[in-house]
């Protein structure tokens, strides 16, 4: 059940990442930030009314008090590196998610990566070098140049980074509380924090967009809550590394969706490398 939710809530965030770019056109990206919190938060509500608050541990308000912090941040990021940049270039950049995610691991738990797990973070960082190269190139750095120069692969790499934080926390959370109530409070802070953090950088949150632009926004965060909730429950049968591997897949079906919608340009180098990518993120997951 763990496996099919997972790829279930990679999915979900495929879609999540093609309105998020129609989205993030339309509208302010602390908006669009704040649209996506607060239709999970709408989504989560009703089960309050059919599941019980649970028994509270020290883990959960050790991750909540995580969350206070990098929900804001990774949502700011993530509509910026989207508004600025094609799916085809950005969404890659989370194939790094897995990466940190296990090496985070080893951090907090001591557990090095396997030999198959090395395996995957060298095709990975093939695969992003590949997606990063261009015909006729003559400088071999030109593609590592290419992820700091753009702002929005760069944004993006942030966001993988503090989503592999994310992933242990989010597993403390739903360890101490349940999947449901992990995915409540998620919301609920990611609300208060990204208008907080709106209110502290003086950018205006506007509620006209919000309503004129209402039907490309609010799947945005219908989505994000799918996704949230599906691995949450995932990782209550599973690891953080396994899961979130199988969820970042999720970044093969975005940038063929930036081609297919959004007209992006995928040369033989990207799809080569997004191949690499994914069987990189397999890998690790085994």
């Known amino acids: 059940m763990w496996l099919f939710l997972s790829i279930l809530s990679a999915f979900s965030e495929s879609i999540k990442d093609i309105f998020g770019k129609i989205g993030s056109n339309k509208t302010n990206i ?28 020290t883990s959960f308000w050790i991750g909540t008090f995580a969350f206070l912090f990098i929900t804001p941040v990774w949502s700011i990021l993530y509509m910026k590196a989207l508004k600025d940049s094609p799916l085809s270039v950005t969404l890659p950049m989370m ?9 985070l691991a080893y951090f907090f738990k001591g557990t090095p990566p396997s030999t198959i797990g090395w395996l995957g973070i060298g095709l990975i960082a093939v695969g992003i070098y590949l997606i990063n190269s261009k015909s006729g190139q003559k400088n071999l750095i030109s593609p590592i140049l290419h992820i700091f120069q753009n702002k929005g692969a760069l944004f993006m790499l942030c966001v993988a980074f503090l989503w592999s934080v994310g992933a242990h ?5 739903v360890d101490g509380s349940s999947a449901y109530f992990s995915t409540l409070t998620g919301g609920i802070s990611g609300v208060v ?6 209110v502290m950088m003086k950018k205006n949150i506007s509620f006209t967009s919000i309503k004129n632009n209402f039907w490309s926004l609010f799947p945005v965060g219908l989505f994000y809550y799918i996704a949230t909730y599906t691995s949450s429950i995932a990782l209550a049968g599973s690891s953080a590394v396994y899961v979130f591997s ?19 340009e995928l040369n033989i180098y990207k799809y080569v490398g997004l191949i690499l990518l994914l069987g990189g993120i397999f890998c690790i997951a085994q």
């Open 246 to 264: 199988i969820k970042r897949s999720s970044m093969f079906f975005s940038a063929i969706a930036g081609k297919l919608f959004f007209k992006e």
């Open 30 to 57: 602390y908006t669009s930030a704040l649209i996506m919190n607060l239709v999970t938060l709408f989504f989560t509500i009703p089960f309050m009314f059919s599941n019980p608050i649970p028994q509270l541990k």
């Open 169 to 173: 926390f989010s597993k403390m959370k």
């Open 95 to 103: 194939a790094f998610n897995p990466v940190f995610t296990g090496l």
């Open 193 to 198: 924090t990204t208008y907080m953090l709106a």
